[in-house]
């Protein structure tokens, strides 16, 4: 075991709770017919229904007093509000002013935005691993992902720190052949495609200076560039600070853009950065065209203030070390049972290898995930598989500043619970939409 993963931090939270919201555990016969009423997708359980949801850590942060309180000071007029220029100075803190920096509605929006201006049909986009929104927007404009993920990532088993970083030399090798072809590289910062997995500052750099020798732009998505910046200075740089760290991560970018609604705290909103010299008008046009003012690209100015300090919190280290103990405490209670994760622990879930405990099934996820829902009204979501690809894996994402300790310990003791126990349905594919189907598939008992 990597030796990071056994710093679980028994200390107490670094905050106390002000605003409780109930919740509670439907029967099991009711459960039953939930989860089929869902047709055994998770993604389609009712959150009313479910006990502990794990699905996603997507727009599900509790806020903290300071953002609530500077929402109640928004000023919500249409162009150049004040939230806006707070924004900018609450990014400019971390990142410093070399990118002009736009509100949007939501990451996936921006990626809608940027790919469709950047990509034609018989473009290469080179990445480490996309996720499957991500592919399915550049896909949507004809062009191709080369995937170069550096070997150990294969190798789910192994410690290597890493396993978001960059194969170099392939990269070179692929910049040296299809230059022409190449539109840019896009780097997920943790990789939710590969476990919550980091990349080193040191590989960012390095592909920086590699995309600047061939005028290749370089796009960051830094959905969780707060948690990949503590990874990097726990098994990396230990004398750096967060925020140096963070400064160091998107000066490497051409472009960056941030789903706010993960690292950032907050329950929607996207931050694009477009580094200063580069041609940003045409841009500015489709955001007036598409999302509205450029000064709040679909959101309110209450939104922008709880995005401002969102971001300012999201680099606060004793949070971030509580919010990786967390996961961690999920990744050692399911490894200690021998059930099979990707190592080592990421930073925002741990991910169920279900294709290898259940390996003659054609959806291993869905089965696993519907048993423990089942078991103890524990929701987790499902990626990879038949829809895209690959293994398939039940994530179990943590939602930031919600859960306690307690609650991360009975998903933990269900899910092992259920596993051991080794009944699960066997499911066949009911409907399912022609792309993103591990999202809306549904599925009924084969005996059914």
Request: net charge positive; with cysteine; hydrophobic share 40%.
């Given at each position: 075991?990597?030796?990071?993963?056994?710093?679980?931090?028994?200390?107490?939270?670094?905050?106390?709770?002000?605003?409780?919201?109930?919740?509670?555990l439907p029967s099991k016969e009711k459960r039953k017919q939930i989860i089929k009423?869902?047709?055994?997708?998770?993604?389609?359980?009712?959150?009313?229904?479910?006990?502990?949801?794990?699905?996603?850590?997507?727009?599900?942060?509790?806020?903290?007093?300071?953002?609530?309180?500077?929402?109640?000071?928004?000023?919500?007029?249409?162009?150049?509000?004040?939230?806006?220029?707070?924004?900018?100075?609450?990014?400019?803190?971390?990142?410093?002013?070399?990118?002009?920096?736009?509100?949007?509605?939501?990451?996936?929006?921006?990626?809608?935005?940027?790919?469709?201006?950047?990509?034609?049909?018989?473009?290469?986009?080179?990445?480490?691993?996309?996720?499957?929104?991500?592919?399915?927007?550049?896909?949507?404009?004809?062009?191709?992902?080369?995937?170069?993920?550096?070997?150990?990532?294969?190798?789910?088993?192994?410690?290597?720190?890493?396993?978001?970083?960059?194969?170099?030399?392939?990269?070179?090798?692929?910049?040296?052949?299809?230059?022409?072809?190449?539109?840019?590289?896009?780097?997920?910062?943790?990789?939710?495609?590969?476990?919550?997995?980091?990349?080193?500052?040191?590989?960012?750099?390095?592909?920086?200076?590699?995309?600047?020798?061939?005028?290749?732009?370089?796009?960051?998505?830094?959905?969780?560039?707060?948690?990949?910046?503590?990874?990097?200075?726990?098994?990396?740089?230990?004398?750096?600070?967060?925020?140096?760290?963070?400064?160091?991560?998107?000066?490497?970018?051409?472009?960056?853009?941030?789903?706010?609604?993960?690292?950032?705290?907050?329950?929607?909103?996207?931050?694009?950065?477009?580094?200063?010299?580069?041609?940003?008008?045409?841009?500015?046009?489709?955001?007036?065209?598409?999302?509205?003012?450029?000064?709040?690209?679909?959101?309110?100015?209450?939104?922008?203030?709880?995005?401002?300090?969102?971001?300012?919190?999201?680099?606060?280290?004793?949070?971030?070390?509580?919010?990786?103990?967390?996961?961690?405490?999920?990744?050692?209670?399911?490894?200690?049972?021998?059930?099979?994760?990707?190592?080592?622990?990421?930073?925002?879930?741990?991910?169920?290898?279900?294709?290898?405990?259940?390996?003659?099934?054609?959806?291993?996820?869905?089965?696993?995930?519907?048993?423990?829902?089942?078991?103890?009204?524990?929701?987790?979501?499902?990626?990879?598989?038949?829809?895209?690809?690959?293994?398939?894996?039940?994530?179990?994402?943590?939602?930031?500043?919600?859960?306690?300790?307690?609650?991360?310990?009975?998903?933990?003791?269900?899910?092992?619970?259920?596993?051991?126990?080794?009944?699960?349905?066997?499911?066949?594919?009911?409907?399912?939409?022609?792309?993103?189907?591990?999202?809306?598939?549904?599925?009924?008992?084969?005996?059914?």
């Open positions: 075991m990597h030796n990071t993963q056994r710093k679980t931090n028994n200390l107490p939270p670094p905050f106390k709770t002000k605003v409780i919201e109930r919740i509670s009423d869902a047709g055994y997708n998770p993604f389609l359980i009712p959150a009313r229904d479910v006990f502990i949801d794990l699905l996603s850590d997507s727009g599900t942060s509790a806020l903290s007093k300071e953002q609530l309180s500077l929402s109640l000071l928004s000023d919500e007029s249409f162009a150049y509000q004040n939230g806006y220029y707070t924004f900018i100075d609450a990014i400019e803190k971390i990142i410093g002013k070399e990118f002009i920096t736009y509100p949007l509605h939501q990451g996936r929006g921006i990626e809608a935005l940027l790919f469709k201006g950047f990509l034609k049909r018989g473009d290469i986009v080179v990445s480490n691993a996309v996720f499957e929104t991500t592919a399915y927007h550049i896909e949507q404009t004809g062009a191709k992902i080369v995937n170069l993920p550096v070997d150990e990532s294969k190798d789910e088993g192994s410690d290597f720190p890493f396993k978001a970083n960059l194969n170099l030399g392939k990269l070179q090798d692929t910049l040296k052949k299809k230059m022409d072809n190449v539109a840019f590289i896009i780097l997920m910062l943790t990789d939710n495609n590969k476990g919550g997995q980091p990349i080193s500052l040191k590989n960012l750099e390095e592909i920086s200076q590699i995309s600047k020798k061939f005028k290749i732009p370089l796009i960051i998505d830094g959905a969780r560039f707060a948690e990949n910046a503590y990874l990097i200075k726990e098994r990396e740089f230990p004398k750096l600070s967060i925020k140096s760290i963070a400064k160091r991560i998107f000066s490497a970018a051409d472009i960056f853009y941030i789903s706010a609604k993960k690292d950032v705290l907050s329950p929607a909103g996207a931050i694009l950065g477009i580094r200063k010299g580069i041609d940003n008008k045409k841009l500015e046009e489709k955001i007036l065209a598409q999302e509205g003012f450029i000064t709040h690209g679909g959101l309110s100015d209450a939104d922008l203030m709880i995005i401002s300090q969102g971001f300012l919190e999201s680099l606060d280290e004793k949070y971030l070390r509580y919010r990786i103990s967390q996961v961690r405490r999920l990744y050692n209670m399911l490894n200690s049972e021998n059930i099979p994760v990707i190592h080592p622990c990421g930073g925002n879930g741990v991910y169920i290898i279900s294709s290898d405990i259940l390996p003659d099934r054609n959806f291993p996820g869905y089965e696993i995930g519907s048993a423990v829902y089942i078991e103890g009204g524990v929701r987790g979501s499902v990626f990879g598989g038949k829809f895209t690809g690959g293994k398939e894996y039940f994530r179990l994402a943590i939602p930031r500043r919600a859960y306690f300790n307690e609650h991360i310990d009975y998903a933990g003791k269900i899910i092992i619970k259920t596993i051991k126990k080794g009944k699960f349905p066997h499911l066949q594919l009911k409907e399912s939409p022609s792309a993103l189907g591990n999202f809306l598939a549904r599925f009924k008992m084969e005996s059914q």
